[in-house]
């Protein structure tokens, strides 16, 4: 479980610098090259139940690691992840679906819309989130609103 305030390091091979968890993963585009406002980016959701959802997004707005986030359908919540991360999520409690579009930046259903001059969708990185989602479910059974 991540603590906050605590610098979290993914593993790593060795040669290779660790990377610090927390910033969300720059996007490219086609061909490897920096992501434009046009491009299409391939994401992927991730989608939490409405009370489990919102302290997450509480806990990654401490952390400053919250990309782009929308109100799901009913009483969900949206967390857009980079695309591939439906193959390896395993969290009960939570689904990941894959091809997900994101809504135009002035759509009413987003929680965090995309910022910036340009108004760019930025993905969660899909560690960080689980670790959120996981400390949320802590917080929400010791005050005795779990299980979920």
């Known amino acids: 479980m991540m603590v906050t305030g605590i610098p ?4 790593f091979r060795a040669g290779e610098l ?3 968890l927390g910033s969300a993963p720059e996007l490219r585009g086609p061909g490897g090259r920096p992501a434009r406002a046009g491009d299409q980016q391939p ?17 990654l707005r ?10 799901g359908v009913g ?10 991360t439906a193959a390896s999520w395993h969290l009960p409690g939570t689904s990941c679906s894959s091809g997900a579009v994101a809504l ?7 929680l965090v819309p995309p910022a910036g ?32």
């Open 18 to 20: 660790p990377r610090l």
């Open 104 to 110: 135009t930046a002035t759509d009413p259903c987003w």
């Open 117 to 148: 001059p340009d108004a760019r969708t930025v993905a969660t990185d899909p560690w960080v989130l689980r670790s959120a989602l996981c400390e949320a479910a802590c917080t929400l059974t010791a005050s005795g609103l779990g299980p979920l």
């Open 8 to 11: 979290q390091f993914r593993s």
């Open 75 to 84: 009483m969900t919540v949206a967390f857009l992840v980079p695309g591939g």
């Open 43 to 59: 994401y992927d959701t991730v989608t939490a139940p409405l009370r489990l959802g919102l302290e997450a997004l509480d806990i």
């Open 62 to 71: 401490l952390r400053r690691a919250c990309g782009s986030v929308a109100q």
